[in-house]
């Protein structure tokens, strides 16, 4: 094994810092994130960094611009086919093929770091570098050539990182976390969104491909042989089945194309990959599927990337047999795993729970919009909260959740289209990058959205994510969300929040500020459909 970290860190944090660096790393973990100077360009924005993966398979550099409590802006992505598994030959040595491939990439991913103004990058390699008898030789050439220090990560701390980076922006608070590679599978079994326990295999696409399936298309025999073998691996290893209440969370290249399959098999209201939740049952016909196709057939097939049709199947199959193993029902897909992790590496605790991470996102989203209004984007969140609490007390957290975010995220799409504000804001709630939101959280957001204008609405467009039996609660909230922005867009500037709610005697009381008028015409007849109750607007007004 090659591990660079101890010298990395040497060139940057000194003789001293190194020893602590080397100590750490032999346990698996880093002493900090592993994002080092580098000789690139003066940057655009100086805290964009740029992360380089040299994996088993593929080869890939993100751009990215961190905010403020860990959220992350994706700038720039490159990649390359490395395939570096298949180029280590019978002694441990990477050929001199691979050896050139690999500079190759760096350079570009470098050149498109460069592009994006990145002050800073960090690479770091994973299974078949470790295996490598010679991957020093590379590492220094790069560092030479490039100004960029490769660290060759053990596999606990490629799991642990997988782990950060992965997790970080999905829902979820327990279970086990896979990322399959080229080269190795790791695993993470996690409690409270903190890691307890890490698991790395020589269970990579790649090598599983090379050594249990000769064949193409393969013999059900050696995708029985296969199954059989990754799961007597994790049963030798002591990886335990899922508890109830337990989440899946998949990872990686493999994983990411198998559910872009799945997607384009049926209908489906967004376009986002992270979050998406795949059934175990559609994964198995997914993975039969591409199992009884020759490499050229799977090459064609809608939502998998061509380069992948030769390793797909051993992936999908080791993911068959990982789900088996722990009785998964179905997967949560992540958008993001390794190179969000390293960034990420400083957490050294748990993971900031998911509906801190939806604040942060929402508010890292706002902040990067020109001209954006804070103050009347919280005072509308605050008034509809307000709203909901008195109109319905005992409603659905989630749903109350969604109202504070879409009244938050309302004024989002004026930009882009002021008289179909409405229409624009739903539209860049389903397809931004906002962190920590289930898919179903999602579209909540913008069925209150378009429910606010359009009481009509048919969440239904929304299926299978939202069901007829959704309609009710989110046109009352939609309603909420309409109160609160009329009342917010005749409220002057500087005002201080002072709206009176309560509900009485068969109807909702609005008291208003001196400063705020407002006759609410359309809205009487719609709070009395949708509540029962009749609108009583006191103060502000003649």
């Known amino acids: 094994m090659v591990n660079r970290g101890a010298h990395a860190a040497a060139s940057i944090l000194g003789p001293a810092s190194a020893v602590r660096t080397r100590q750490r790393f032999a346990d698996g973990v880093p002493v900090r994130p592993l994002v080092h100077e580098a000789r690139v360009t003066e940057p655009v924005s100086s805290r964009r960094i740029g992360v380089i993966d040299l994996g088993s398979n593929s080869g890939r550099a993100v751009i990215v611009e961190p905010h403020a409590a860990g959220h992350l802006e994706i700038v720039d992505e490159v990649r390359a086919r490395l395939q570096l598994t298949r180029e280590i030959d019978e002694d441990g040595r990477l050929s001199e093929r691979g050896r050139a491939r690999t500079l190759d990439a760096v350079a570009d991913f470098v050149a498109v770091a460069r592009g994006a103004g990145a002050r800073r990058v960090v690479a770091v390699g994973t299974a078949a570098l470790r295996a490598a008898t010679n991957a020093a030789e590379l590492l220094d050439e790069i560092d030479r050539r490039f100004g960029v220090s490769v660290e060759v990560i053990a596999g606990d ?32 079994r996690f409690r409270n969104r903190r890691m307890e326990q890490a698991w790395s295999f020589p269970l990579g696409a790649l090598n599983v491909t090379d050594r249990f399936l000769p064949r193409d298309p393969p013999k059900a025999e050696h995708l029985a042989a296969l199954e059989a073998h990754v799961v007597d691996a994790l049963k030798n290893s002591g990886v335990p089945r899922l508890k109830r209440g337990e989440h899946l969370v998949g990872t990686g290249g493999t994983i990411r194309n198998l559910a872009k399959v799945d997607i384009r098999q049926r209908q489906y209201p967004l376009t986002r990959l992270h979050g998406y939740v795949a059934t175990a049952a559609r994964l198995r016909r997914v993975s039969a599927k591409l199992a009884s196709m020759t490499q050229e057939q799977r090459a064609s097939v809608p939502g998998l990337n061509p380069a992948r049709a030769d390793s797909i199947v051993a992936g999908a199959y080791v993911l068959r047999a990982v ?14 795993g390794l190179r969000e992790g390293v960034v990420r590496g400083v957490l050294e605790g748990g993971l900031p729970s998911p509906e801190s991470v939806r604040r942060t996102s929402v508010r890292a989203f706002t902040e990067r919009l020109s001209g954006w209004d804070d103050e009347r984007a919280g005072r509308r969140a605050a008034l509809a909260l307000d709203l909901a609490d008195h109109l319905a007390p005992d409603g659905d957290g989630e749903v109350r959740e969604a109202i504070e975010h879409a009244a938050t995220l309302l004024d989002v799409g004026a930009s882009i289209d002021f008289y179909n504000r409405h229409r624009e804001s739903a539209a860049l709630v389903l397809r931004t990058d906002l962190a920590g939101f289930s898919h179903r959280h999602l579209v909540q957001m913008a069925a209150v959205i378009h429910l606010a204008e359009r009481p009509s609405f048919d969440v239904r467009s929304f299926r299978p994510l939202l069901r007829a039996g959704d309609q009710e609660a989110l046109a009352r909230a939609g309603v909420v969300l309409m109160l609160a922005d009329e009342i917010q867009r005749r409220t002057p500037p500087g005002t201080p929040p002072g709206v009176r709610v309560s509900v009485d005697g068969g109807a909702l009381h609005l ?32």
């Open 157 to 188: 701390t490629e799991a642990r990182l997988a782990f950060i980076g992965a997790a970080y922006g999905l829902p979820v608070e327990d279970g086990v976390l896979v990322d399959i590679g080229g080269g190795s599978l790791e695993m993470v």
């Open 511 to 542: 008291g208003l500020p001196a400063t705020v008028e407002w006759r609410p015409g359309e809205a009487v007849e719609r709070v009395r459909k949708t509540f029962g109750l009749a609108l009583s607007v006191e103060g502000g007004h003649p």
């Open 323 to 336: 789900s088996e193993h722990l009785r998964a029902p179905e997967l949560s897909i992540s958008g993001q």
